[in-house]
């Protein structure tokens, strides 16, 4: 079975300092991946996805970045971070085009940044 | 620009009542419309429906899809405190659109 782990749990970073989040996919090979940030009371805002190694697609200007250096690997970092950038941090993997649609989401990276 | 719009944004209710949530969206190009639940942390998937007026069903939880009037509703009946989360709805385009969901709170 598939699963999907994100590293780490809970992080406090002061403002300016960089950001480095992780997400693993295990059990499924070529999978689409996805960042998502949720700020209190807002919806899920799509950041970035990635179809493939070295594939990654921004969907909202800002002064984070991702990188796929493996397969079923995903990183969501930032070389100095903002106070706005604090919000809970998803990541979700769905099976490639064609073969379903479903995006399964990570246990999430809650950032707070002061 | 495409938008997913979600009704109520909160909702109490006691035990053993029945909720109606509505998701009504516009897209460019629909495939498929998504309902999780979202408590503590990340969401879960409960249904996807690609099909107009054809009811998903687990246990006390149904939606439909109406695809002519662009809304799908998420149905809860015989509430349980254990019902209590934000419920998001979200449409394929691609990638996905979210709403920005219902918060439920089921109260004994």
């Known amino acids: 079975s598939q699963t999907i782990h994100q590293w780490p749990a809970t992080l406090v970073q002061p403002v300016g300092s960089p950001l480095s989040l992780e997400c693993t996919v295990e059990?499924?090979?070529?999978?689409?991946l996805y960042w998502y940030r949720q700020a209190a009371g807002r919806g899920l805002q799509l950041l970035f996805y990635?179809?493939?190694?070295?594939?990654i697609s921004s969907e909202v200007p800002q002064n984070l970045s991702a990188s796929r250096p493996q397969d079923r690997q995903f990183i969501l970092s930032s070389k100095k971070l903002l106070l706005s950038d604090s919000g809970f941090y998803l990541c979700?993997?769905?099976?490639?085009?064609?073969?379903?649609?479903?995006?399964?989401f990570g246990p999430g990276t809650r950032l707070l940044v002061l | 620009e495409d938008k997913v719009v979600q009704s109520p944004l909160s909702l109490v209710v006691h035990e053993g009542d029945t909720v109606t949530l509505n998701c009504s969206y516009e897209?460019?190009?629909?495939?498929?419309l998504l309902w999780y639940k979202q408590e503590k942390k990340a969401p879960t998937f409960l249904f996807m429906l690609?099909?107009?007026?054809i009811e998903k069903k687990s246990g006390r939880l149904s939606s439909i899809l109406d695809k002519k009037e662009l809304f799908s509703i998420l149905n809860i009946t015989a509430t349980q405190t254990g019902d209590s989360a934000v419920y998001l709805c979200?449409?394929?385009?691609?990638?996905?659109?979210f709403g920005k969901g219902t918060r439920l709170s089921v109260i004994a």
């Open positions: 690609t099909s107009s007026g």
């Open positions: 990635s179809v493939g190694i070295g594939q």
């Open positions: 979200a449409v394929r385009d691609t990638p996905l659109v």
């Open positions: 979700a993997w769905s099976r490639g085009a064609g073969r379903g649609e479903t995006q399964y």
């Open positions: 059990g499924t090979s070529n999978p689409n």
């Open positions: 897209v460019t190009n629909f495939r498929s």
